[in-house]
């Protein structure tokens, strides 16, 4: 009797941005821009397809992030699959601070999770500790399992994330670069200590921004001014920050996604109107809803075994 289900199970995972300014590593947002991840249990072997973002430079080996993700959570629940046939659709821009890594870890737990017949055992509270072991932080990982606007944090072993409400007048412009910065390198920058006054002033800026998404849309470029971590990193990103000083400057509430380089901007859609004309040559421009799902399983499984 096989422990998994017939036939292929497709995941549809989002892009997410983390920090949002002054939030750094707690705040994260879904967006509407996903990765649709697809696999079935074959009787030998690894056959990996993939299109989009990353086709021509992502492994086709068990080195996939998203492989790595389904090998972890196939562990947990104490299964090995004969083989697997892959195909990742990827729309979300690799290395960009979209978190892309961090669609890759949730979508390749719960595409495992789908595939094992009583995966469903397997709550989103293990799902979200699985990815942020894997991801190593949760500002990602968090809103890609909820979806919407996600406050989240870590301590020792344990991880939260509380789902906060955003307004639906709410949306995004996001200007992505033609090329990348590793999350590594931008972390890198950033100093060890911050002054007590900086810090003081960045909670008050996160503070503001919460109650901001939540309905108060005319207190975002209050709300998505950082002093914590962004000024550091321009080093590595010059464009994206001339970009960001660009748009705050129309008053606009534009901030580096994540670890950047994309340059987000958030705000109602006149607040957003002729925003992304500001884009600079070459740069790829979205205009995004934020997504309220999160990670889906379409459609689900039969889960009869065979």
Request: proline share 7%; charged share 15%; aromatic share 4%.
């Amino acid at each position: 009797m096989s422990s998994f289900v017939t036939g292929p199970v497709t995941v549809v995972v989002p892009a997410t941005s983390a920090n949002l300014g002054p939030g750094f590593d707690c705040l994260g947002l879904a967006l509407g821009l996903h990765d649709r991840l697809t696999a079935e249990v074959v009787p030998a072997g690894l056959e990996i397809e993939i299109v989009g973002e990353g086709a021509g430079h992502l492994p086709r080996t068990e080195r996939h992030l998203v492989v790595r993700a389904m090998r972890a959570t196939f562990e947990i629940l104490g299964v090995s699959p004969s083989g697997l046939r892959l195909r990742f659709e990827n729309n979300i821009p690799q290395s960009r601070g979209l978190g892309s890594s961090s669609a890759a870890i949730v979508g390749g737990i719960v595409l495992a999770r789908a595939l094992v017949v009583g995966g469903e055992r397997f709550d989103d509270d293990s799902v979200l500790f699985l990815a942020n072991k894997l991801e190593g932080h949760p500002d990602n990982v968090a809103p890609a399992v909820i979806g919407g606007f996600v406050i989240s944090g870590q301590s020792a072993d344990e991880v939260w994330a509380l789902s906060a409400p955003i307004s639906t007048a709410i949306s995004a412009i996001a200007f992505v670069p033609p090329d990348g910065v590793s999350t590594e390198a931008a972390r890198g920058l950033l100093p060890q200590q911050v002054d007590h006054g900086i810090a003081a002033a960045n909670t008050g800026r996160a503070a503001i921004l919460v109650a901001a998404l939540a309905g108060a849309p005319d207190q975002l470029f209050r709300g998505t001014e950082d002093f914590l971590h962004q000024q550091y990193r321009s080093s590595a990103m010059p464009a994206s920050f001339a970009l960001v000083t660009e748009l705050r400057g129309l008053g606009k509430a534009a901030f580096i996604s994540g670890a950047g380089p994309t340059v987000l901007v958030l705000g109602t859609a006149a607040d957003l109107d002729g925003v992304a004309e500001q884009a600079p040559a070459g740069w790829g421009v979205h205009a995004l809803l934020v997504d309220r799902a999160g990670v889906t399983v379409q459609p689900r499984p039969v889960t009869s075994p065979r």
